[in-house]
Nanobody, 126 residues
Framework: EVQLVESGGGLVQAGGSLRLSCTAS????????IGWFRQAPGKEREGVSC????????GYADSVKGRFTMSSDNAKTTVHLQMKFLKPEDTAVYYC???????????????????WGQGTLVTVSS
């Protein structure tokens, strides 16, 4: 069965760092882009970042540029989201997803999603 499993969420103080991981199984990992999304309480789910494994392209929402970085370990079918200088407004459930490709704008990421992970909670305290 196609599956994406996130891990690495937790509680961190503002200004701190956290690394999320997403491991894929049940499909050909190299054929898909992988994106990260987040949903804060009472808000819509939004695109955070996306990586095309075919050409190495990565894109980020304006709110996280310069603070968040994606990487891919293709041999382990795993991607990571390294989050630095975290802010309370980063608090959300974070989801990874398999996309057909990464569009340029993060606001369009959800339109390209094929499979969602279950989510992992990140809480940033002030």
């Amino acid at each position: 069965e196609v599956q994406l499993v996130e891990s690495g969420g937790g509680l961190v103080q503002a200004g701190g760092s956290l690394r999320l991981s997403c491991t894929a199984s049940g499909f050909t990992f190299d054929d898909y882009a992988i994106g990260w999304f987040r949903q804060a309480p009472g808000k819509e789910r939004e695109g955070v970042s996306c990586i095309n494994k075919s050409d190495g392209y990565s894109g980020y929402a304006d709110s996280v540029k310069g603070r968040f970085t994606m990487s891919s370990d293709n041999a382990k079918t795993t991607v990571h989201l390294q989050m630095k200088f975290l802010k309370p407004e980063d608090t959300a459930v974070y989801y990874c997803a398999a996309l057909f490709a990464c569009p340029i704008a993060a606001t369009l990421y959800a339109q390209y999603v094929d499979v969602w992970g279950q989510g992992t909670l990140v809480t940033v305290s002030s």
